[in-house]
């Protein structure tokens, strides 16, 4: 039987921590759908695209994820070239641009078909904005992960601080909200819990009590 595991949220909601650990714990594959979004802006910033020529150069290309150690690379390999955007991708100009290039409907079209190709031949787990509601509607465990978007906006602060960068705390908060914005009014696909989805707060839990939710529930 296979076993598909949604988990939906905002930005900072702790989505990709959670899933990494119960890809490890599960030994189920980890889908990262939002890395998938951030390539795709990736490559229309890269080759300066129009929303026209990035369906057509998104046909052409693969999206492809490589584990390393404990980091899964983000591999795009495009006009028989292989580029490894890992870092790329979570650089502010992608940040800025993906919420663009994911409202295309096209765009959301080849990925949420790529996702589905993957969660028929693999047991996952895959988090993202519309995994329970569109891609993996059937999926057998959905879950719907919430914080405040002061805790998320501190998180990604503490994040970015860490990295030695310099952010101001007002700066970070208005770009969650920002992107909580344009992520919940999306015409296509909107972040939303699908009615069945276990909807877990995180903003006062710590990592291992989130998992641990999580692994009870699929273990129970
Ligand atoms: O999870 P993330 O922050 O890396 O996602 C980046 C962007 O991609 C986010 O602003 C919304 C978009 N996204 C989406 O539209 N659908 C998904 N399934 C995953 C991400």
């Known amino acids: 039987m296979p076993l598909r595991i949604a988990v939906d949220g905002p930005a900072g909601s702790g989505k990709s921590t959670i899933s990494k650990i119960i890809a490890e714990k599960l030994n189920l594959i980890y889908i990262d759908t939002g890395a998938m979004y951030r390539a795709c802006a990736y490559i229309s910033i890269k080759y300066a ?22 980091c899964q690379r983000v591999i795009l390999e495009i006009d028989s070239d292989e580029l490894d955007v890992t870092d790329e991708i979570r650089g502010a100009e992608v940040t800025a641009k993906v919420p663009e290039t994911s409202k295309i409907k096209e765009v959301r079209e080849i990925l949420t078909r790529k996702q589905q190709e993957i969660a028929s031949k693999n047991d996952v787990i ?27 906006a501190k998180r990604r602060f503490d994040e970015l601080k860490d990295k030695g960068e310099d952010v101001n705390f007002e700066d970070v908060l208005r770009s969650v909200i920002k992107r909580d914005f344009e992520d919940m009014n999306r015409e296509i696909a909107p972040l939303r819990k699908a009615d069945d989805a276990i909807l877990i707060d995180t903003s006062n839990m710590t990592i291992d009590e989130v998992a641990n939710k999580i692994l009870e529930r699929v273990l129970d």
Do not use: H, W
């Not at 895959?126 to 998320?152: C, H, N, Q």
């Open 49 to 70: 695209l129009d929303d026209a020529s990035l369906v057509d150069k998104l046909q052409n290309c693969d999206i492809l994820f490589r584990k390393d150690g404990q």
């Open 126 to 152: 895959m988090d993202g904005r519309d995994i329970g509601t569109v891609v993996i509607p059937d999926a057998e465990y959905k879950f719907y992960l919430d914080a405040s978007a002061e805790e998320r």
